[in-house]
């Protein structure tokens, strides 16, 4: 296992604690107590050059690819009247262009392969409108359309490609100030107090929305997903999305 990251601070408009080294070296610490070889690589998914210094090196350290899970992203929320220029771009640039810089710089590595398996993250919010999330929707949106494209192109060189579509998860991404006062907001509902008292309100306010009655699902909820896309099982799955979003995808139309 290959693990890429940027291991650092990403962009000023996050209201977050950025991924550390320490964060690559626990995945690697967990890959190895599995009894699987690890590497660690650190990136920016915006720079395509490093990207492709980080290909050269898996494929010499790993010699070749088999499974692409391209997992990164960022979200910031400001309406859409008042967002920033760094708000749109850097969403777009890290969700969406990042990813893409991943998948041709490593696809064809799979392609040499003559088979192999794409996994790209997207979203709940890439199937529907976000209050003040305009550019992360329009991130996630775009990864489905990157997913179904890239499903034709490489189909004949026996690659599938696949988007996972997580609810909240139980992450910093969702577990913090920004991101509770942005769901009261959806509702309807006052965000004001300490960060005790809006994240409370928000757990209620997440918990009436979802049919599954939880305010999130847990990363061992998506990961299963994740496991069997990269499967053998799903050799004839290809192009399409699955989702674990504790029943949120029911207000999805399509």
């Known amino acids: 296992v290959a693990g890429m990251d940027v291991a650092g601070p990403v962009s000023p408009i996050l209201d977050l604690p950025p991924a ?12 190895t107590a599995a009894g699987a070889r690890w590497s660690a690589h650190v990136a920016d998914q915006r720079d395509i050059g490093a ?10 350290e790993h010699g070749g690819v088999d499974v692409l899970f391209a997992n990164a992203g960022i979200q910031a929320f400001a309406p859409l009247l008042e967002m920033t220029d760094r708000h749109w771009h850097d969403q777009i640039d890290v969700n969406l262009t990042g990813a893409a810089n991943v998948l041709r710089v490593f696809a064809p590595l799979l392609v040499r392969r003559g088979s192999g398996r794409i996994v790209v993250t997207s979203s709940t919010q890439g199937q529907h409108g976000t209050t003040n999330g305009s550019a992360y929707s329009a991130s996630k949106w775009g990864l489905i359309g990157l997913v179904k494209s890239a499903a034709l192109e490489l189909g004949p060189h026996g690659v599938t490609v696949n ?17 509770y006062v ?7 509902k006052p965000a ?7 994240e409370d309100a928000a757990i209620q306010a ?3 929305k979802t049919p599954l009655g939880v ?12 496991v069997f896309l990269a499967s053998d099982a799903a050799r004839m799955v290809s192009g399409t999305s699955f989702a674990a979003t504790a029943g949120d995808s029911a207000h999805v139309t399509a």
């Open 20 to 31: 550390t080294p320490e964060d690559l070296a626990e995945t690697g610490r967990r890959v």
């Open 51 to 60: 990207v492709r210094a980080v290909a050269e090196a898996v494929e010499r």
């Open 163 to 179: 988007a996972v579509i997580p609810g909240l998860v139980d992450t910093a991404l969702t577990r913090h100030r920004d991101r």
């Open 182 to 188: 942005q769901a009261l907001v959806e509702a309807g």
């Open 192 to 198: 004001s107090g300490d960060l005790a008292q809006v």
């Open 206 to 208: 997440l918990r009436s």
């Open 215 to 226: 305010p999130w699902v847990e990363p061992e909820d998506v990961a299963p997903l994740v």
